[in-house]
């Protein structure tokens, strides 16, 4: 298991500057990935930061399990397990070490195991600029799922913030249809 001791509710503050730590997911990005999974047809879909709901929308066959700490549902006090069929999320980015990407990461595949398809938004520094004795280094290079695709977002793909983000689509393989490895958001739905 991995470890997800988290203070749940700092995750959600931003005390070091005045912009907002709740970003929504600009609508055409959650429209695009309505477009390339629809085809999957999952049944049970968890989204654990699920914002105003926007990434889960367009499932309209699908059961969806969200949590959100505005809403008064915290995904860090769950404890059971979550038998869906995929993980969308957005998780924040602000905070301290760990990421609070990884900390999600990891709550996920400690309730949903390593099985399920994991589509996940995350700053480079996620993935890339880690040292090489890191536990975030050794988790990606042995324990978490494998990464299988990589979606490119433009630098100012979200409003009223720029930074570099992509989404990490862990075990992919495991959709009906496998995405190429790199995928770049197309200009045209911009």
């Known amino acids: ?13 931003n005390n070091h500057t ?29 989204d654990p930061c699920a914002g105003d709901k926007r990434l889960t929308k367009d499932f309209k066959n699908a059961t969806i399990i969200n949590y959100e700490i505005k809403d008064g549902t915290d995904f860090f006090k769950v404890c059971s397990k979550i038998n869906c069929s995929l993980v969308i999320m957005n998780p924040p980015f602000n905070g301290t070490r760990p990421l609070f990407p990884e900390k999600f990461l990891d709550h996920v595949l400690n309730l949903v195991g390593f099985d399920t398809p994991i589509l996940m938004f995350a700053p480079f520094g996620f993935r890339l600029n880690n040292h090489k004795k890191s536990e975030r280094y050794k988790k990606l290079s042995s324990i978490y799922p494998k990464i299988t695709t990589i979606i490119t977002l433009p630098i100012d793909i979200f409003d009223l913030k720029t930074f570099h983000s992509e989404i990490l689509i862990f075990n992919g393989s495991k959709l009906t249809t496998p995405l190429p490895p790199h995928l770049m958001f197309p200009e045209s739905v911009i």
């Open 1 to 13: 298991m991995i470890n997800s001791h988290i203070n749940s509710m700092s995750m959600y503050k």
């Open 18 to 46: 005045k912009k907002p730590s709740d970003i929504p997911t600009p609508l055409p990005v959650c429209d695009y990935l309505y477009e390339i999974l629809k085809g999957y047809d999952p049944k049970v879909i968890l």
